[in-house]
Nanobody
């Protein structure tokens, strides 16, 4: 079973940047679409960004122009570069495949101070 481990979160000021990483224990090369999700307290996870095996990306309107998703299949790792962070970005961030979800990892906390 593929395991997912998110890292890179932390506390930053408004306007700052962070790069999140998602390391998979197994190959993600054959997974068509993977994405980053975030979860606010008391709410469901929501998709932030997605990327296909061919490199095609999509973003939620709330992060468009500020976040960049990428994947390194050789390293079995997914990344999320976050710039111009806002307090509204404060959440726990997770990675997973878009369809046929894998077991969720622990996520990584991102906190943006105002």
């Amino acid at each position: 079973q593929v395991q997912l481990v998110e890292s890179g979160g932390g506390l930053v000021q408004t306007g700052g940047s962070l790069t999140l990483s998602c390391a998979a224990s197994g190959s993600i090369r054959s997974i068509d679409v993977m994405g980053w999700y975030r979860q606010y307290p008391g709410k469901q996870r929501e998709v932030v960004a997605t990327i296909t095996s061919r490199g095609s990306t999509s973003y939620a309107d709330s992060v468009k122009g500020r976040f960049t998703i990428s994947r390194d299949n050789a390293k079995n790792t997914l990344y999320l570069q976050m710039n111009s962070l806002k307090p509204e970005d404060t959440a726990v961030y997770y990675c997973n495949r878009l369809l046929s979800l894998l077991r969720w990892g622990q996520g990584t906390q991102v906190t943006v101070s105002s």
